[in-house]
């Protein structure tokens, strides 16, 4: 299947390889059949086009803490 992505989500980022830093704001996909990654905007996803992007792409979690969670750390 071939989507244009890029038409559909004006945040969306192409990657060669595998994103070593990823953004807390930001949802990153894996495309197995081009071995290639993507990155959206979550404010840009709807609940219906991320459940539409899972069923194709397979999401890459994230281990980054959000921003307070961070300063929290960070006083403790």
């Given amino acids: 299947m071939n989507l244009n992505l890029k038409a559909l989500f004006s945040t969306y980022r192409h990657?060669?390889?595998k994103p070593?830093?990823?953004m807390y704001d930001f949802y990153y996909f894996y495309h197995q059949q081009v071995n290639e990654w993507f990155s959206v905007s979550k404010q840009e996803v709807s609940q219906r086009d991320y459940q539409?992007?899972?069923v194709f792409y397979t999401e890459i979690s994230s281990?980054?803490?959000q921003p307070s969670e961070i300063w929290l750390n960070f006083y403790i």
């Fill in 20 to 22: 070593t830093e990823l």
């Fill in 63 to 65: 281990t980054v803490s």
């Fill in 52 to 54: 539409w992007l899972t």
């Fill in 15 to 17: 990657y060669r390889t």
